[in-house]
């Protein structure tokens, strides 16, 4: 079965520190990556998504991730993290026999220190 | 600017009593989801629908949970009857088959006492 593996369930930063949350996926076919925002009190937001073409993925408000094929990896990161940006960030994959469905990781609490 | 929309969007119930919750979908978006999200379980998944018809419920429990799509603008969750531990933060999706991306609406967040 298709499992995604968020490392960190809660990562404290300080302004201005740069960001990388991890995601791992089991799954050897094609996949559709993605990476989805929730701030606190709100709901899921996409942020960036991987379908094909450059493993190099950007999205909004200076987000990336680099999907890394042979490493089953898909981490997120930004240079240089704002107070803003504290909120819960969900990786998630769509592929094989989920032709509809996206399998979750847990999500990542991220909290930046003012 | 199309959104999913989410109805009542706090719900606040005793236990033992009957909670409909409902979502209109973004038009022309042929898959719906139903999710729960917790503290304790984070981000659940429990039934989705393609074409209206459902095609895995098997993360809802089924002796009080039901999930329907009378048409293509509304899907509906039902809990009958209701517990305390049914209290989550319930967040219906919808998006277009192999596309993968899903829209999510802004929640109900249901409360049994």
């Known amino acids: 079965a298709q499992s995604v593996s968020q490392h960190n369930h809660h990562v404290i930063l300080s302004e201005a520190a740069s960001l990388e949350l991890g995601c791992n996926y089991s799954?050897?076919?094609?996949?559709?990556l993605f990476w989805y925002v929730q701030y606190p009190g709100q709901h899921l937001q996409l942020l960036l998504k991987y379908f094909s073409g450059d493993p190099l993925v950007k999205g909004i408000k200076g987000f990336e991730a680099e999907f890394i094929k042979s490493k089953f990896s898909f981490n997120l990161r930004k240079p240089s993290v704002q107070w803003s940006d504290t909120a819960e960030y969900f990786c998630a994959v769509n592929g094989g026999d989920s032709n509809y469905q996206l399998i979750w990781g847990a999500g990542t609490k991220l909290i930046i220190k003012p | 600017d199309a959104r999913v929309t989410q109805t009542p969007r706090h719900k606040v119930t005793e236990m033992g009593q009957e909670v409909t919750m409902r979502c209109q979908p973004i038009?022309?978006?042929?898959?719906v989801f139903w999710y729960r999200q917790t503290m304790m379980q984070g981000l659940e998944l429990l039934a989705y629908f393609r074409n209206r018809a459902p095609l895995d419920d098997s993360g809802m429990p089924k002796d009080r949970f039901s999930a329907e799509m009378p048409d293509a603008t509304l899907a509906t969750l039902k809990i009958q009857p209701s517990e305390p531990r049914d209290s989550a933060v319930y967040f219906c999706a919808s998006g277009l088959r192999g596309a993968g991306e899903q829209f999510f609406g802004p929640g109900t967040r249901l409360t049994v006492l």
């Open positions: 038009l022309g978006h042929n898959t």
């Open positions: 799954y050897g076919g094609t996949v559709n």
